[in-house]
């Protein structure tokens, strides 16, 4: 059985102080950010695939739906189409770069203000839409409130929460989107049965209400400690970090957070710094894990899961009722994280989830393969529609649990004061760029490579799968500002953290801890 990429828990500091209920509700208000992401998913797929709105936009893909003679694969093979999804996750890229210079100048709670007006704005546009540019700028303004949100909101539950509880309350991000995404279906499923052909006008529409809910949180939320200090105001840092902790003896954490501090300010270049070998893991992770989170195909599904289910024979309220119950899935498997992330690691959720989406996706490429062919002509019974759906409902849970949330949690927990930003910008432009890519090209390659696109989302989860168990060590319990001891202590990553990176233990112990992961590591392999 080959093995390699465990380390043993580097234990962090225990810091004064517990979980307080000042905490908690500030996180779950910061938290609120991921709904305006999740409306957005769970609603672009609903409102495609409404034939009023298709009647009304995408003329031409309307007529296309109607032709019984089209294959059933390349029915919704429209750019334009995929462009209303798509360009929102375009904008997300690029206000990605400019919301990293935000978060770092101003804080983290005025990026997540901003972006909440924004996505205001863009929401109002997309439900007034008289045509398709309007429609399309309402898109680009959704994007980048969701570039500012995604940029701040991990970053700032991360800074907030104390390391025992901080997979937790960071994955409060991921389950605010899976609520999103299934409030959205929810309510595509209740505005396609509107007469009178505007009922996706209202779902576009309600996109408002979490950007509203975003925006007033946002006016009454105080910042993190490390965003105080980084902006030079040492005693009211202090005595946020008192009231956040529940208690006045945070003399260790706080000395940890001014020596971090302190080492960022000397950093004048952050972008230039994360290139330095010194940063090579945090710059790997926060470009792999964003990339992989979304090659895993999961937003084939959430984007275009009422397309999909159209796709493979469903009526148009079965597909809408079918999103439902996957997004239900997602919320609860959600939760199963939220439960497990700070109990058993973050890599056994990672390792599980792999291996379960791996086993979903080769069945349903199997599975539409023998029902439908090249040809995209055949028909479902009800046992095997249900069933494909039950496989479905199973990679989707695997992804909630695991790629979901910690795709988030994993590069917000990992990087230094210093780069911190920089290392978010990093983890939400390649998110975005490679939302858009497959957002932009799945009706395309459905088309092109039918069922095979399964096998081929299925090949990436084997290569995630494989890098996630060599490669990336445990981080669960570690404080943020602790966190380059894991790095020095694991036998790939070790070589390039300097030892003055590393705050609170002597080179010696980490050596010693380096050399141990080392020969336990070999000797797993050799077994």
Same mark, same amino acid.
């Given at each position: 059985?080959?093995?390699?990429?465990?380390?043993?828990?580097?234990?962090?500091?225990?810091?004064?102080?517990?979980?307080?209920?000042?905490?908690?509700?500030?996180?779950?208000?910061?938290?609120?950010?991921?709904?305006?992401?999740?409306?957005?998913?769970?609603?672009?797929?609903?409102?495609?695939?409404?034939?009023?709105?298709?009647?009304?936009?995408?003329?031409?893909?309307?007529?296309?739906?109607?032709?019984?003679?089209?294959?059933?694969?390349?029915?919704?093979?429209?750019?334009?189409?995929?462009?209303?999804?798509?360009?929102?996750?375009?904008?997300?890229?690029?206000?990605?770069?400019?919301?990293?210079?935000?978060?770092?100048?101003?804080?983290?709670?005025?990026?997540?203000?901003?972006?909440?007006?924004?996505?205001?704005?863009?929401?109002? @546009?997309?439900? &007034? %839409?008289?045509?398709?540019? +309007? =429609?399309? *700028? $309402?898109?680009?303004? /959704?994007?980048?409130?969701?570039?500012?949100?995604?940029?701040?909101?991990?970053?700032?539950?991360?800074?907030?929460?104390?390391?025992?509880?901080?997979?937790?309350?960071?994955?409060?991000?991921?389950?605010?989107?899976?609520?999103?995404?299934?409030?959205?279906?929810?309510?595509?499923?209740?505005?396609?049965?509107?007469?009178?052909?505007?009922?996706?006008?209202?779902? @576009?529409?309600? &996109? %408002?209400?979490?950007?509203? +809910? =975003?925006? *007033? $949180?946002?006016?009454? /939320?105080?910042?993190?400690?490390?965003?105080?200090?980084?902006?030079?105001?040492?005693?009211?840092?202090?005595?946020?970090?008192?009231?956040?902790?529940?208690?006045?003896?945070?003399?260790?954490?706080?000395?940890?957070?001014?020596?971090?501090?302190?080492?960022?300010?000397?950093?004048?270049?952050?972008?230039?710094?994360?290139?330095?070998?010194?940063?090579?893991?945090? @710059?790997?992770?926060?470009?792999?894990?964003?990339?992989?989170?979304? *090659?895993?195909?999961?937003?084939?599904?959430?984007?275009?899961?009422?397309?999909?289910?159209?796709?493979?024979?469903?009526?148009?309220?079965?597909?809408?009722?079918?999103?439902?119950?996957?997004?239900?899935?997602?919320?609860?498997?959600?939760?199963?994280?939220?439960?497990?992330?700070?109990?058993?690691?973050?890599?056994?959720?990672?390792?599980?989830?792999?291996?379960?989406?791996?086993?979903?996706?080769?069945?349903?490429?199997?599975?539409?393969?023998?029902?439908?062919?090249?040809?995209?002509?055949?028909?479902?019974?009800?046992?095997?529609?249900?069933?494909?759906?039950?496989?479905?409902?199973?990679?989707?849970?695997?992804?909630?649990?695991?790629?979901?949330?910690?795709?988030?949690?994993?590069?917000?927990?990992?990087?230094?004061?210093?780069?911190?930003?920089?290392?978010?910008?990093?983890?939400?432009?390649?998110?975005?760029?490679?939302?858009?890519?497959?957002?932009?090209?799945?009706?395309?390659?459905?088309?092109?490579?039918?069922?095979?696109?399964?096998?081929?989302?299925?090949?990436?989860?084997?290569?995630?799968?494989?890098?996630?168990?060599?490669?990336?060590?445990?981080?669960?319990?570690?404080?943020?500002?602790?966190?380059?001891?894991?790095?020095?202590?694991?036998?790939?990553?070790?070589?390039?953290?300097?030892?003055?990176?590393?705050?609170?233990?002597?080179?010696?112990?980490?050596?010693?801890?380096?050399?141990?992961?080392?020969?336990?590591?070999?000797?797993?392999?050799?077994?």
């Amino acid at each position: 059985m080959a093995g390699g990429g465990f380390v043993p828990q580097v234990g962090g500091r225990n810091y004064q102080g517990g979980v307080t209920s000042f905490v908690v509700i500030t996180c779950v208000v910061a938290a609120m950010g991921g709904l305006i992401f999740g409306y957005d998913i769970g609603v672009s797929g609903g409102v495609t695939g409404m034939p009023e709105f298709l009647r009304k936009f995408f003329p031409a893909t309307y007529a296309k739906t109607k032709d019984t003679s089209e294959n059933e694969y390349c029915k919704y093979d429209n750019h334009l189409l995929t462009m209303f999804t798509s360009s929102l996750y375009l904008a997300g890229l690029v206000a990605s770069f400019f919301a990293s210079g935000v978060t770092r100048a101003f804080g983290r709670k005025i990026s997540m203000l901003f972006g909440g007006l924004v996505f205001l704005l863009g929401a109002t @546009l997309n439900g &007034a %839409a008289m045509n398709l540019a +309007m =429609l399309i *700028i $309402g898109r680009l303004l /959704l994007g980048v409130g969701v570039g500012f949100a995604n940029q701040s909101v991990p970053v700032y539950l991360s800074e907030m929460a104390p390391a025992n509880i901080r997979g937790a309350l960071n994955i409060g991000f991921q389950m605010a989107i899976t609520i999103g995404i299934l409030v959205a279906q929810l309510v595509n499923y209740g505005t396609a049965k509107i007469q009178g052909g505007w009922g996706w006008r209202l779902s @576009l529409a309600l &996109a %408002a209400v979490p950007a509203i +809910m =975003l925006t *007033i $949180g946002s006016i009454f /939320l105080p910042d993190t400690p490390n965003s105080i200090l980084e902006r030079g105001h040492t005693e009211k840092a202090r005595r946020m970090l008192q009231k956040i902790r529940g208690t006045d003896n945070v003399d260790e954490e706080f000395q940890d957070l001014m020596d971090a501090t302190k080492a960022a300010k000397k950093v004048e270049h952050p972008w230039r710094n994360i290139l330095q070998p010194r940063y090579r893991p945090q @710059l790997i992770m926060c470009t792999l894990i964003p990339f992989f989170q979304q *090659i895993t195909g999961i937003n084939v599904i959430m984007f275009y899961a009422p397309v999909l289910f159209m796709t493979l024979g469903f009526g148009q309220n079965a597909s809408l009722m079918s999103a439902v119950i996957t997004g239900t899935v997602n919320v609860v498997a959600t939760v199963v994280s939220i439960y497990s992330v700070d109990r058993f690691g973050r890599r056994a959720l990672f390792l599980e989830g792999g291996m379960q989406m791996i086993v979903c996706q080769i069945a349903i490429g199997i599975m539409i393969g023998l029902k439908f062919g090249v040809s995209g002509i055949g028909t479902l019974s009800s046992f095997e529609a249900n069933l494909i759906l039950s496989f479905i409902c199973a990679y989707v849970a695997a992804f909630a649990w695991s790629w979901g949330p910690l795709g988030w949690l994993i590069p917000s927990e990992i990087c230094p004061l210093e780069i911190r930003s920089a290392g978010q910008a990093v983890n939400v432009s390649v998110n975005m760029l490679f939302t858009f890519i497959i957002a932009q090209g799945f009706l395309s390659m459905l088309c092109h490579m039918k069922f095979g696109l399964f096998f081929f989302f299925g090949g990436f989860v084997i290569i995630m799968t494989i890098f996630i168990f060599f490669f990336l060590p445990e981080t669960r319990n570690v404080p943020i500002e602790e966190m380059n001891r894991v790095w020095k202590a694991h036998w790939f990553w070790g070589k390039y953290i300097p030892d003055d990176a590393v705050i609170g233990a002597t080179a010696t112990a980490t050596a010693d801890l380096k050399d141990s992961t080392f020969k336990t590591t070999v000797e797993n392999i050799l077994l």
